[in-house]
């Protein structure tokens, strides 16, 4: 399935998307080194990935733990309403408390599954009971609390690199 997605893709593009992905940072000139082209080639296929969504955008990695954001729960949340209406006014709601750090909608027993990132307990306590279950349509929420986090923050995995 991923070498259909990939299937416009030469290993020539697929090399500047394994390296971006690592290091998003990487300057023209080194990014053209790596890869074995001269620099305008190279930017040429970087315009050309991010024009047609390959490359969707670049940001800085901050350490929530450095900022004393350790905390993190997945919260089961099911609707009372499944419409289109009241899925679009809940995401549009969920995409407002800052805490929400990922919401995904999902084919499952509930519809959606938040990630949600405080300080501690008692923070978050407060954002589930303020904030989560004060959004649109929410009947039921059910939280799982992470005791350690093993891999997060995109990096792709051994098996997707080896497909670049």
């Known amino acids: 399935m991923l070498a259909v997605i990939l299937g416009d893709l030469d290993s020539f593009d697929s090399l500047i998307l394994r390296l971006l992905s690592r290091n998003g940072r990487l300057s023209v000139t080194d990014l053209a080194r790596e890869i074995g082209l001269s620099k305008t080639p190279t930017q040429v296929r970087l315009k050309r990935l991010e024009v047609e969504g390959y490359i969707t955008g670049y940001q800085a990695i901050i350490d929530p733990i450095r900022l004393g954001r350790d905390h993190v729960a997945f919260v089961e949340v099911r609707l009372t309403d499944t419409r289109e ?14 805490e929400i750090e990922e919401c995904h909608m999902l084919a499952s027993q509930f519809d959606y599954l938040l990630k949600v990132r405080t300080q ?21 929420t059910s939280t799982h609390v992470a005791m350690e986090t093993v891999k997060e923050g995109g990096q792709w995995s051994s098996e997707i690199n080896a497909v670049f």
Do not use: T, Y
């Open 85 to 98: 209406s009241a899925l679009k006014m809940f995401n549009l709601a969920a995409q407002k408390v800052s």
């Open 120 to 140: 501690n307990m008692q923070d978050f306590r407060k954002v589930l009971g303020e904030d989560i279950s004060a959004l649109p349509f929410v009947a039921h």
